[in-house]
């Protein structure tokens, strides 16, 4: 079954601790992104990735790491988290350049303390 | 770059009527419009996506429209049902580069 999977589904933690949700697609797909979804304001990329070792900054990268060191995988690393990161994240893949469906994960809703 | 507007941001409809979201977008040569739906505390979920060779497309009670002149396309839902309610993304792409850019949303209630 196509999938992106996102882990973990729900997460508390405190100011300062660093953090990785994971991401993984079982599509072979090239190009992953990550985004954050808070009330009111839709989605929001933080990071994407065209390809292997080949990433660039979304619309509100502040605050977090990417890393693309294999196609499947695309972790979002908070280095040092604070309360306004406290989201809904979400990871999405899509495959092909000529107009194709992205494909989400489950979210992650993270909480920071 | 590309800016992709959405109204209205919530709408509020009968069940049984018909609902319509509208997107506006700037860059002429986009040339892929999907439609997403996201349920309560669920991820977004294509719909319905349009390519610009192709001026409507229906899909059962869901139709969207693509007016390339003016730069809009529009989502259409008839004989709306409770299960309709959730909040719909627009996004547009163009050639070959994957990035969508999305609308805000539209947040769609259905009242019994």
């Known amino acids: 079954e196509a999938q992106v999977t996102q882990n973990p589904r729900y997460l508390i933690t405190v100011t300062g601790k660093k953090l990785t949700v994971t991401c993984s697609q079982n599509?072979?797909?090239?190009?992953m992104s990550w985004y954050r979804q808070d009330p009111g304001l839709g989605l929001r990329q933080i990071y994407y990735?065209?390809?292997?070792?080949?990433?660039d900054k979304g619309d509100v990268p502040e605050g977090y790491k990417v890393s693309r060191k294999e196609k499947r995988n695309f972790p979002l690393i908070l280095e040092s988290p604070s309360p306004n990161q406290t989201s809904l994240y979400f990871c999405?893949?899509?495959?092909?350049?000529?107009?194709?469906?992205?494909?989400f994960g489950q979210g992650t809703r993270l909480t920071v303390v | 770059g590309e800016n992709v507007e959405q109204h209205p941001s919530t709408l509020s409809v009968q069940e049984g009527d018909s609902a319509v979201i509208k997107c506006t977008y700037s860059?002429?040569?986009?040339?892929?419009f999907p439609w997403y739906k996201q349920e309560l505390g669920k991820r977004p979920q294509l719909i319905i996506d349009?390519?610009?060779n192709v001026g409507e497309k229906k899909d059962q009670r869901i139709a969207v429209t693509l007016n390339k002149t003016a730069k809009h396309f529009s989502l259409h839902i008839t004989e709306t049902q409770p299960e309709d309610s959730a909040v719909y993304f627009c996004?547009?792409?163009?050639?070959?580069?994957?990035?969508?850019?999305w609308g805000a949303g539209t947040k769609l209630i259905i009242k019994p």
């Open positions: 996004a547009a792409s163009k050639g070959s580069n994957y990035q969508l850019i």
């Open positions: 349009i390519r610009s």
């Open positions: 990735s065209m390809n292997v070792e080949v990433t």
């Open positions: 999405a893949s899509r495959g092909d350049a000529t107009n194709t469906e992205a494909f």
């Open positions: 860059d002429s040569a986009s040339n892929y």
């Open positions: 599509m072979n797909h090239e190009y």
